[in-house]
Nanobody
Framework: QVHVAESGGGSVQAGGSLRLSCTASSSSYSIACMTWFRQTPGKEREGVASIDSDGDTHYADSVRGRFTVSRDNAKNSLYLEMNNLRPDDTAMYYC???????????????????WGQGTQVTVSS
């Protein structure tokens, strides 16, 4: 079993910054992929940024250049540095973990079996 928990959400004005954190703890498994997703009411959950255990990253087009994902393997921790935030970044942000991965950490929901409860990010104009 893998326990996932996020922290660091909040409210900020457009153009501001926030940093999200996540820990994925397990006594039995190593974590292959750690990824951030986000979701707004009535919409599907979308992948934001992923990182594998070697540090290879992938970003959604909507956040590339503004968001930076990083990972501390020793702590099984995941981070998302969000800069130049926009009102359309407002969402519930979820951390997800996968213990197995094909060739890359995809930004797709079915790949991930372990999820946190989410942390709210609100960006006002």
């Amino acid at each position: 079993q893998v326990h996932v928990a996020e922290s660091g959400g909040g409210s900020v004005q457009a153009g501001g910054s926030l940093r999200l954190s996540c820990t994925a703890s397990s006594s039995s498994y190593s974590i292959a992929c750690m990824t951030w997703f986000r979701q707004t009411p009535g919409k599907e959950r979308e992948g934001v940024a992923s990182i594998d255990s070697d540090g290879d990253t992938h970003y959604a087009d909507s956040v590339r250049g503004r968001f930076t994902v990083s990972r501390d393997n020793a702590k099984n921790s995941l981070y998302l540095e969000m800069n130049n935030l926009r009102p359309d970044d407002t969402a519930m942000y979820y951390c997800a973990a996968a213990t197995v991965a094909p060739m890359m950490c995809l930004l797709t929901v079915p790949m991930y079996g372990y999820w946190g409860q989410g942390t709210q990010v609100t960006v006002s104009s």
